[in-house]
């Protein structure tokens, strides 16, 4: 049951430190996409919950946040990060419930999220200014500002993640934040508000208001109280935020899609690349930005790379979050529609393989059994185009710089795997593929809180993750002191 789980009321918004009703007292059904049945209100934030908690934000920064030593604001998020850890099986099951993932990557997720708090709360006091040799007479230095209001716009797949790597690296750095989680999976937004608020963070310092992208979303992207956006989601509404936060000049990080490829050749070590091959592609059920959606192979091994795979997805089985299988559902009856239309543009012989649907799984749930496809044209909408579901597309290569121009050749350009025992060719194509992490003999490397991560093209501009985030949520000063 998930009100068993809830220490809060998801039907109100969080602001200035405290839980109150929306604006316009309205509220928006939350699903189990396991069941597909309604488990709960959530509070349906809009235009003056925005205004609110933007005003929140900025009394913020003029008050106790604002003059927060960076040494104390990092304590405050290490605390915070405790405190999730204490909450971190409580917080899986809501986000299983919430968003359908099994249980075993909810807690990943939960587990991500405190590490979050920790490493931005260590990194708070670490950012330093440079003293700048300048004319007789003159010191120079830089000052590492924080921007003031940030607003964050984050999706429904990771949300425990995606705010950890947002939100903490803003607070970080001083900012006053506005969250607007996405409408299909609100309830950790609002339990990360609470035990922030717990942790001692200051009234108005994270303020969250769930509603609906149009609406909540909307009004704080083009909200001209506001100094920095970070948005995480379609390439879309990406476009549209960025469009709202160039009339009011503000800086952008976007985190939008990908299609990533993983490109193995013949002297790979495949015993070692099979599970990655896989893995990459169906963790939570194929809804990741990063997930490795192509796999490229040199054609000496391309039989054997699809029967293994083949092999692997026959295995495979999808069913309610708790039950914890390999596959939870999809976010919402849309989503499932949305895959179904890119599946039917595959024909019979292309269908590799197909995973299963636990046949104990309610029968309202979104369901839909992983799919690997094989023998798809490089041109194919199928290896084109984000598909944000458990599908992927094997396509052979015969050279390096076919599978380096097929590698490339989408719109995007987030994340990238080599798969090769030769040293010269690693260090060739880290430079040649167009992605923002590219990994050798592994994808991933464990998704690090350590390690600086964006896109190129339409995956986004920006980096988040890591000390590179710190950069990215402040805002440099030179002062210039004459002094004869
Ligand atoms: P989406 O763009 O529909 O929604 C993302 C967020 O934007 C939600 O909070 C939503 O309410 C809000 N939103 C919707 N319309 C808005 C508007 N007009 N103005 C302001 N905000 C608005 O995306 P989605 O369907 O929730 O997420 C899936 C997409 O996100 C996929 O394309 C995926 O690749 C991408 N994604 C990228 C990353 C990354 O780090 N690069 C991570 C997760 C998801």
């Given at each position: ?70 040494t104390d604001r990092g304590r405050i ?100 934040c506005v969250l607007k989680p996405a ?302």
């Open positions: 049951m998930l009100s068993d789980k809830l220490w809060f009321d998801p039907a109100q918004v969080f602001i200035g430190g405290r839980w109150t009703a929306p604006f316009n007292g309205d509220g928006l059904p939350i699903e189990d996409p396991s069941t597909g049945s309604e488990i709960g209100l959530l509070a349906k934030g809009g235009t003056e919950d925005i205004d609110a908690a933007v005003a929140a934000a900025q009394s913020a920064r003029l008050g106790d946040w604002g003059r927060m030593t960076a998020l290490s605390r915070l990060g405790q405190l999730i850890l204490a909450r971190a099986e409580d917080l899986a099951v809501i986000e299983a419930l919430d968003v359908g993932k099994p249980l075993k990557q909810a807690r990943a997720d939960a587990l991500a999220l405190a590490r979050y708090m920790e490493f931005y709360g260590g990194a708070a006091d670490k950012l330093m200014g440079q003293t700048i040799p300048y004319l007789d007479g003159y010191t120079v230095y830089t000052l590492r500002e924080p921007h003031g209001v940030t607003g964050h716009i984050v999706p429904w797949n990771y949300p425990m993640q995606i705010i950890g790597r947002s939100v903490g690296a803003a607070l970080a750095m001083g900012n006053a409408e299909e999976a609100c309830l950790t937004a609002l339990a990360f508000a609470d035990l922030a608020h717990q942790a001692g963070l200051p009234a108005g310092a994270l303020n969250v208001v769930p509603g609906l992208g149009a609406e909540a979303g909307a009004a704080l992207s083009r909200h001209p109280g506001v100094h920095h956006l970070s948005f995480t989601g379609s390439v879309a509404t990406g476009a549209l935020v960025q469009a709202e936060a160039a009339r009011n000049i503000v800086p952008v990080t976007l985190e939008l899609g990908g299609k990533s490829p993983q490109l193995v050749f013949a002297d790979a070590d495949l015993d070692k690349a099979l599970p990655f091959l896989v893995n990459a592609g169906i963790q939570n059920a194929g809804q990741t930005c990063s997930a490795a959606s192509r796999i490229l192979v040199e054609r000496s091994r391309y039989g054997e790379v699809v029967d293994r795979m083949a092999a692997g997805y026959a295995q495979l089985r999808t069913g309610p979050a708790l039950a914890d299988l390999d596959l939870g559902p999809l976010i919402s009856a849309r989503q499932k529609g949305i895959v179904e239309s890119y599946l039917a543009l595959a024909d019979d012989l292309t269908i590799a393989a197909r995973g299963q649907i636990d046949p104990e799984a309610p029968a309202g749930g979104h369901y839909l059994a992983p799919a690997l496809l094989s023998d798809v044209s490089p041109d194919h909408r199928l290896a084109r185009e984000e598909i944000f579901g458990p599908v992927q597309v094997v396509i052979p290569f015969d050279s390096e710089e076919e599978a380096v121009a097929i590698a490339n050749g989408t719109d995007y350009g987030l994340v990238a795997s080599v798969w090769s025992d030769n040293g010269a060719r690693q260090m060739r194509l880290a430079r040649q593929l167009r992605a923002g992490q590219v990994f050798i003999n592994n994808y991933g490397a464990g998704g690090g809180v350590e390690l600086p991560f964006g896109g190129m093209g339409k995956s986004g501009h920006g980096r988040e993750k890591g000390f590179e985030a710190l950069y990215g949520f402040s805002v440099l000063k030179t002062v210039a002191a004459h002094h004869g």
